[in-house]
């Protein structure tokens, strides 16, 4: 491979842990690249070329690095499989795959699973190494297995934390450190006890470490399921809230695939960026709304729901929906009638994209009517009741009907 850059997976049991292949890449390369620890690792006699740790941050500084070191043999360094979670991708995105000879080693995950004897496709994977801890919150459903890879010495007693907050406090909980090496063990409860994050008694734990969780859900803590429809007492509002029903058939329209951006305009409570991202890890959302305090309540929402990540953009639209990305979809939840907002997310729609828009007023709905008669799509009106107290009988409670334009754009790719 012309100008190939070796990437070599290691484990903690360092040097001795390596096949051939892998000792003989590091041991004539010129020029060895890494983290501290990876580095330290590597005995100077067997690896004589120049040593080089990452600068930060990392990714900006990548092409230059190895720019400077152009016609040099280069091997990079790796924690366990470098695709995985690892340095790999960010190397396959700045400089190209096809410059990367990629030897791995056996994941932490992979050491984790036959550790416990977890079956490794039946088991997630988060990440909490330079992601925050509410990331977790989506992915807690009882009965699942779940392997963590920690941040630190800290993060299972975070972890435990946050389980007791969302209502899995009966989780069983133990801590797989130096997975690999001599140091290897399993750390639990006290006195034969098993862990769980109710009693979890361990302030800190080695730094290099992957949790293993049983997640066990409290009778007492709200469901959530992993489908669009969440309980509307999931969310924090103040009533400009996407009910259950309606969001439920909405998020449906708008059909989220994996990698998709949404913008959430006229954002409320955030309910429908929200549930978006929680259709797949790589889903995107932009939530634009006007007022600050709903602007910060999605937030919160976002995070409490485990979807940190979700953009929220005080402004009102269509003056905030410039310098957005381009969306897959686009779901307007409020302001329909402001002065060329469907204009505005029309035209930034490529292509194959959706719109959804929502309404319960008759000057939007005569506005969506005119859309619906230019462009197609489906024009529906929905309607919820829900069963009262009417004295000592039960009655029907009609909700305000919604009238619901979805719509996919044509042209080439649609």
């Known amino acids: ?26 041991g004539s390369a010129e020029v060895l690249i890494g983290g501290p620890r990876q580095l330290d690792l590597l005995p100077a006699a067997e690896c004589p070329g120049e040593r080089i740790a990452w600068p930060s941050p990392l990714r ?33 995105e700045t400089v190209g795959a096809e410059r990367l000879n990629v030897l791995p080693h056996p994941s932490s995950v992979s050491y984790a699973c036959a550790r ?85 008694p361990h302030e800190r734990v080695d730094p290099l470490n992957v949790i293993a969780l049983d997640l066990v859900r409290s009778p007492e803590a709200l469901r959530l399921g992993a489908v669009p429809g969440l309980p509307d007492e999931a969310y924090e509002h103040d009533g400009q809230l996407t009910k259950r029903y309606v969001r439920a058939a909405t998020l449906a329209a708008l059909a989220p695939a994996p990698g998709e951006l949404l913008w959430d305009i006229g954002g409320g409570s955030g309910s429908i960026g929200v549930e978006w991202m929680r259709t797949d890890r790589s889903c995107r959302a932009v939530a634009v709304e006007k007022d600050p305090v709903r602007a910060a309540r999605i937030a919160r929402n976002a995070a409490a729901l485990g979807v940190p990540a979700l953009q929220v953009v005080t402004a009102s639209a269509p003056d905030g929906l410039a310098a957005l990305p381009t969306p897959d979809a686009v779901f307007i939840g409020g302001g329909l009638t402001a002065p060329g907002l469907l204009d505005a997310c029309w035209g930034a729609l490529p292509a194959g994209g959706r719109l959804v828009a929502n309404t319960v007023t008759l000057e939007s709905e005569a506005l969506l009517a005119r859309w619906y008669g230019e462009h197609g799509g489906e024009l529906v009106r929905l309607a919820v009741a829900q069963a009262v107290p009417v004295g000592g009988f039960t009655g029907w409670r009609q909700a305000m009907p919604v009238t619901q334009w979805s719509v996919t754009k044509a042209g080439a790719g649609a």
């Not at 100008?3 to 096949?19: E, M, T």
Request: proline share 4%.
């Open 116 to 200: 416990l004897g977890w079956a490794l496709e039946a088991v997630e994977t988060v990440s909490l190494v330079g992601r925050p801890l509410a990331g977790l919150s989506a992915s807690l459903h009882d009965g699942r297995r779940l392997l963590v890879l920690s941040a630190g010495a800290e993060t299972p007693a975070e972890v435990a934390g946050l389980l007791r907050e969302k209502g899995f406090g009966g989780t069983r909980m133990r801590v797989l450190e130096q997975l690999g090496s001599d140091r290897e063990r399993i750390v639990d409860g006290v006195d034969g006890v098993d862990g769980t994050a109710d009693t979890w």
């Open 1 to 26: 491979m012309n100008g190939a850059i070796s990437v070599v997976g290691i484990g903690a049991d360092g040097w001795d842990g390596l096949p051939a292949r892998s000792r003989r890449v590091l």
């Open 60 to 92: 900006p500084a990548v092409p230059g690095l190895f720019a400077a070191h152009e016609g040099r043999t280069i091997a990079v360094l790796a924690s366990g499989d470098p695709t995985f979670y690892g340095i790999g991708r960010t190397l396959a």
